[in-house]
């Protein structure tokens, strides 16, 4: 069937530090994939998403790229900080059926001063 | 950022009552969805609509009901509140079609 993993948190990093958070993925159609952040007390907002092999989604310095070949869409960024402070989720859903997301657990990123 | 709204944000109610949670959209989006999100369990999908009157189950669907009369808006009702439901819940909505969902800011139901 079709998951979503994402490592496990919390990470804690300092400021102007570099960030990854994994996601590997599980399909049996063509998916896309997508980040999505969680401030406190808020939704789920949309941070970035790629819809096709090799493709990167990009936004606020955040960046993921669509490996088909080791089925992964791990977030990136450059130089994080406190304002970055958030869970986040990784998920797809597959051309087939896009009614159906799959979302992994959160990963909570604490950025320290 | 897509107009989704979301009644009452914060409601506490007693096991065994009826509770109602209303997600009311400016977008026009025809697909609307419910999520409860639980420590370690991510997003799980109660129901979804896909136009007015034409709704199907999720993963988690058993205790809950929905109802879209309208385009705008989709309800969840919990037929008989559990302590088991206590949680967090949003709604999101999509363009048919479109993969991304966009999310309300979400509902924090405590049953006692």
């Known amino acids: 069937g079709d998951s979503v993993t994402q490592m496990e948190g919390p990470v804690t990093l300092s400021e102007e530090a570099f960030l990854t958070i994994n996601c590997t993925y599980t399909?049996?159609?063509?998916?896309?994939l997508f980040w999505y952040v969680q401030y406190p007390g808020e939704g789920l907002q949309l941070l970035l998403k790629a819809t096709k092999a090799d493709d990167k989604g990009s936004n606020k310095g955040f960046e993921a790229t669509y490996r088909k070949e080791t089925t992964s869409f791990h977030l990136e960024k450059g130089s994080v900080q406190v304002s970055d402070s958030a869970v986040y989720f990784c998920?797809?859903?597959?051309?087939?059926?896009?009614?159906?997301?799959?979302f992994g657990s959160g990963t909570k990123l604490n950025v320290k001063p | 950022d897509a107009g989704i709204t979301q009644s009452p944000r914060h409601k506490v109610t007693e096991t065994g009552t009826p509770v109602t949670l209303r997600c009311h959209q400016t977008e026009n989006h025809r697909y609307m969805y419910w999520y409860r999100q639980d420590p370690g369990h991510g997003l799980r999908l109660i129901h979804y609509?896909?136009?007015?009157?034409?709704?199907d189950k999720g993963e988690v669907s058993d205790g809950y009901s929905v109802s879209r009369s309208k385009t705008e808006d989709f309800l969840l009702t919990l037929e008989s509140a559990t302590s088991s439901q206590t949680s967090v819940y949003f709604c999101?909505?999509?363009?048919?079609?479109?993969?991304?969902?966009?999310f309300g800011p979400g509902t924090r139901l405590t049953v006692t």
């Open positions: 999101a909505i999509s363009e048919g079609g479109q993969p991304a969902q966009y």
């Open positions: 998920a797809l859903v597959v051309a087939e059926n896009f009614n159906k997301f799959y």
């Open positions: 609509s896909y136009g007015v009157k034409d709704t």
């Open positions: 399909a049996t159609g063509y998916p896309s």
